[in-house]
């Protein structure tokens, strides 16, 4: 059970890390314009002069060619010696644009990037919101296979739980068939095996939680990034949801002691 709830944990923290990572990096929105391989330096003025005149760019940063396969190599450390096999740099050239904060809204970003595309001299345009969009796209996908996936170890917690206490009954047949001929209720018989369930559940999630909490501080320890951007904020599992990872493991193990106990007195009762 504690396994079944391990793996359930890890997926709700990689979930919420990368999810975060996502909004952390859609806060500030950003448009790459890249040039064509034959952009001269009068096209070049003009999208520079374009740039300066638009009220909602913060900031904007010329990136040569051979800046961007410097910056290409940093990101790649070690393997940026595969790279030393080719003829010519096959990077663009590009203008690096930063909005203001207050102006990232969808359409006008849009609208933007549209207006630069249209810039003669320019190849391409790709803008931050276009990707997180994306990303957003395919972590609503994500979700709904770890609803699954949990409703899944759910229903393995709840089996193995109920065939523990079930051999836990079985091994005190004779007690409860001596406390059944004392007068002793059906409630009064089952009450300790449902509570022997309840904590079963509940250690069980203390546990897996423990051991996933101790790995994400060996992770965290780590320094993490993906080609230049650094994962800096790394955070563990809210307390309402390992409250609730709790609660959920409380029900689930009395859901599956009540059904034991439930076929038990039945065989019993037949």
């Not at 910056?71 to 990077?91: E, I, M, T, V, Y």
């Not at 549209?114 to 996908?141: H, N």
């Not at 170890?153 to 709840?158: I, S």
């Not at 523990?164 to 007068?183: A, D, N, P």
């Amino acid at each position: 059970m504690a396994i079944c709830i391990l793996i359930l944990g890890a997926f709700i923290l990689l979930y919420l890390n990368v999810y975060g990572w996502i909004q952390d990096w859609g806060g500030s929105m950003s448009i790459s314009v890249y040039l064509a391989e034959d952009v001269d330096k009068n096209e070049l003025e003009k999208i520079e002069q374009f740039l300066k005149d638009q009220p909602n760019v913060l900031s904007y940063r010329f990136v040569s060619k051979e800046e961007a396969l410097r910056q290409f190599k940093q990101a790649l450390g070690p393997q940026s010696k595969l790279l030393s096999a080719l003829a010519s740099n096959p990077l663009p050239a590009s203008f690096e644009v930063q909005l203001k904060s207050a102006n990232n809204k969808s359409n006008s970003l849009k609208a933007l990037a549209m207006r630069l595309g249209k810039l003669t001299g320019v190849q391409e345009v790709q803008y931050s919101e276009a990707w997180i969009t994306r990303f957003k796209d395919i972590l609503e996908v994500v979700k709904i296979i770890g609803f699954i996936v949990g409703g899944l170890l759910a229903l393995g917690a709840l089996f193995i739980v109920t065939n523990t206490i079930k051999l836990t009954i079985y091994s005190r047949k004779e007690e409860i068939e001596i406390l059944k001929l004392v007068g002793a209720t059906d409630w009064f018989v089952k009450a300790p095996f449902i509570i022997e369930g309840m904590i079963q559940g509940v250690v069980s999630a203390v546990a897996a939680l423990g051991v996933l909490h101790l790995g994400f501080l060996v992770f965290s320890m780590k320094k993490t990034a993906v080609l230049t951007l650094a994962v800096a904020r790394l955070q563990f599992i809210p307390l309402a949801i390992i409250g609730g990872i709790i609660g959920l493991s409380l029900v689930v193990g009395a859901i599956g002691s009540f059904i034991a106990v439930g076929r038990f007195f039945e065989v019993a009762g037949s």
